[in-house]
């Protein structure tokens, strides 16, 4: 049985390079192009490191995920607006302005891809969850980015988020694990995260040709990718699924 270990992110600086050796294949290009994201990131790395981990196994990095605390209702309704990109903005704007978080919202986890499908996403987020719990948070969410669903880019996500198989889990592997841990499902999470680019950054991101206007299927990509060739745009607004914890 291989040691695991939890550390701090930002405690293990030596293991940057590793990490990024680790993690960056897993996602698809154009992930990396949120606006918001670019926005808000330093300052989440300054305000919130106890809520970035990742797990090491036999002293190499094999997982890893983050979150940010925010304040929630425990409503449906008073989920982040905007998802993903909301809960960034909602956790910085809300430590800057002094206004008590009670909940965790985890925004990543990723496993290196030779050990996936060993249940190390699963540790990852159960290490958060003990984080948000050690520190007095209440409730633990997250905006779902579901990996199947890039296989359903025409289905809205209220469909998508209705397939379960016959022994009451769903069909996605990446909900599952979150169900497993005994995670339910909220509700969809309509632009989650919004990414904007010329035609060019668009066909670099995808080493796709896009040579007319229109609605494309993109690899990797939950939702379709609109390009304007007219306003030299595509624009690409990704639907999450909302899911609790606790
Ligand atoms: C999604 C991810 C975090 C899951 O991590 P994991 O440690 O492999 O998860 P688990 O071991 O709990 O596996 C969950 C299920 O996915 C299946 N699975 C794992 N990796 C898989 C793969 N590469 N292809 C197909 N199925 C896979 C497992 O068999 C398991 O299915 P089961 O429910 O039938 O047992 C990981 O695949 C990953 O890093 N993906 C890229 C980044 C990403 O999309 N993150 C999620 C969005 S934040």
């Given amino acids: 049985m291989a ?17 990024e ?17 670019d926005a ?32 929630w209702d425990g409503q449906v309704s008073g989920l982040p607006d905007g998802g993903y990109d909301g809960a960034l903005a909602s956790a910085v704007t809300g430590q800057e302005n002094a206004i ?19 249940g190390l996403a699963g540790k990852a987020l159960a290490a958060l969850r003990e984080r948000a719990t050690s520190t007095g948070l209440l409730h633990v969410i997250a905006p779902v980015r579901p990996a199947l669903k890039s296989r359903y880019p025409l289905t809205p996500m209220d469909n998508f988020a209705r397939w379960m198989r016959t022994d009451g889990l769903h069909i996605d592997p990446w909900i599952r694990t979150h169900q497993r841990l005994s995670a339910s499902i909220l509700a969809s999470a309509p632009r989650s995260m919004v990414i904007k680019g010329t035609v060019a950054d668009w066909e670099e991101w995808t080493g ?10 993109v690899p990797d990509a939950l939702d379709l990718v609109d390009i304007d060739r007219e306003q030299n745009r595509g624009t690409y607004e990704e639907t999450n699924l909302w899911m609790q914890h606790l």
């Fill in 3 to 19: 040691d695991i270990e939890v550390v701090t992110t930002s405690e293990r600086h030596d293991l940057d390079q590793e990490a």
């Fill in 208 to 217: 796709m040709a896009f040579p007319e206007s229109g609605p494309y299927l």
């Fill in 100 to 118: 008590p978080a009670d909940t965790l919202c985890i925004m990543a986890a990723a496993v290196r891809a030779d050990r996936q499908g060993a």
């Fill in 40 to 71: 808000y990131i330093k300052r989440v790395e300054l305000y919130f490191p106890y809520y970035d981990i990742m797990l090491l196994e036999d002293g190499k990095v094999v997982a890893g995920g983050w979150g940010v605390p925010l304040q």
């Fill in 21 to 37: 050796a680790a993690f960056r294949p897993t996602w698809p290009e154009f992930i990396f192009h949120d606006p918001v994201t």
